[in-house]
Structures are given as C-alpha cells and as structure tokens.
C-alpha cells in the first residue's frame, strides 16, 4: 500500500515482544578424563512490549546503547524477524539500509550497484536508469571497478548508503550506515536524507552518536534493554540519554529470561 500524507502514522508497534533462544557453553568443570564441556539453551528476551508509533513524513532517531534492541527492530519492522508477540502494522514499503546488505564483496562496486539494487527491489532497467547517479554520489572515483575487498569501510558505506537511497523506498531503515562516512559524505547524507523527507518519505535512523541523529532527526525513540525508555522531540530524549551515560557506564545489554 502506498503512503499517503494524510496518514499519521506510518509504522505502528504495539505489545511487540522478540525473543530467541542461543545455545551457550557453560564454564568446564574438572572430571576423570580432564575438564568436561556442556552447553545449555538460554532464551534471549531482544523486545519486551515495545509500543510506539513512527509518524509518516519524519526522520525518528533510534538510540539506545549496545543490545538494546534497535536492530531488532528494525529487522522485525522490515520482516527479517518474526514477533513472539504483538504486531507491527506498516503503511508503505519498507527497505533496511544496512552495511554490505545484498553486496557480494569479490564482485566490483559497479557490479554491487546492480547486484545491491536487484536485492532492494528494483529492476534491472531501474537500476540501469540509476546506475550513474548512484556512482556519482558514492564518489570513490576509479574504485568503482575494483572489487570491494579492496575498499576500507568509509567506502564501503558510502556506496551502500548510494544505492539504498536511490531505491526509493516509502520506509526507509537505516541502520548504522553513516557511521564509517567521513564529514564530508555524512553532511551530503544528511542532505539526501532530508530530500526524501520532502518527497514524504518515512525514515528511521539508528546510530550510537546521538550528535548525528539530532542532526538528522525531529523525533526520536530511546531503547534501553529492549524496552521504550524515551520517546519525543530529538533534542529531548538525546539530551536525556546523555545524561543518562554520563551518569552510568551502560555496557552491552543482554536480557535472559531471568532478568528483567
């Protein structure tokens, strides 16, 4: 269904729960024969009851510490994962901006435009109609015709982020994918962020800087051990979660089933 302005929401979560179970190794214990090795299955609670809406024609900022559940989102957003509970409706196509998604890395980057365009949903003939702009704006110069083994990981996000913005996508995901971008590149992201914004586009953003997502954003959402700790006006809950790290030293989180 396509998006339309008059709708306020274009992403709505409610009572979204994401759980999986890993198998882990438990520490050794001394036998007959020398230390004995055992696993055992731990459920791993990534989205506890989140509800939030993300409202058509706005940048959100996802932000939350290491494990707190952003690219969990994201990927159940999108489909990659499915809910243990609760539901995710959307309005409008979504398509999840992450590093290297759909690129082979032995191929070239011109051969990684068409590969990264087909995996996002466009056709060939699209992707031919695009595939000049979409190297212009990389701008890695004569890299383009080099494999992708050879690029260091500015380069790499760069014609990532090229191609997934030429998608044209009604939902738009992006997840840590200006990170590895020089300044020069981000404030042109920023730029191409902010035209799609204009075309109504949906866009949410996850990144560690919250400096980058205000500078991006008008809304933002902050995650804190799979659960809505913020949500509001960027400024706002990026001040807050600052606060909130200089006060504490949030290490990566994760949620078993016995902790909260």
Do not use: C
Request: aromatic residues 4%; hydrophobic residues 40%.
């Amino acid at each position: 269904m396509s998006l339309r302005s008059e709708i306020d929401n274009a992403i709505e979560i409610q009572n979204l729960s994401v759980a999986y179970s890993a198998v882990v190794a438990q520490s050794g214990s001394p036998g007959s024969s020398g230390f004995r090795r055992s696993t055992k299955v731990q459920k791993i609670n990534a989205l506890s009851d989140v509800s939030v809406n993300f409202p058509a024609g706005k940048v959100t900022g996802l932000i939350g510490g290491n494990g707190a559940g952003k690219s969990t989102l994201l990927k159940t957003i999108v489909g990659v994962l499915k809910p243990s509970a609760g539901q995710v409706s959307l309005s409008g196509r979504p398509h999840l901006l992450t590093p290297g998604m759909g690129f082979n890395r032995v191929l070239s980057g011109r051969e990684n435009v068409i590969l990264g365009g087909l995996a996002s949903g466009m056709s060939l003939e699209e992707v031919r109609s695009k595939q000049d702009e979409i190297i212009e704006f990389a701008d890695i110069g004569n890299f383009i015709d080099l494999p992708t083994t050879t690029y260091s990981s500015g380069m790499f996000g760069r014609l990532a982020f090229a191609v997934a913005t030429h998608v044209d996508p009604e939902i738009l995901l992006v997840d840590e994918a200006l990170s590895a971008g020089d300044t020069a590149f981000r404030k042109k992201a920023v730029e191409r962020i902010r035209g799609l914004v204009a075309s109504t586009k949906t866009i949410i953003v996850v990144s560690h800087s919250s400096a980058l997502v205000s500078e991006m954003a008008t809304e933002a959402v902050w995650l804190h051990r799979g659960k809505v700790r913020m949500q509001g006006q960027v400024d706002t809950v990026a001040d807050t979660y600052k606060a909130f790290l200089d006060e504490s030293s949030e290490t990566a989180q994760l949620q078993s089933e016995k902790k909260e």
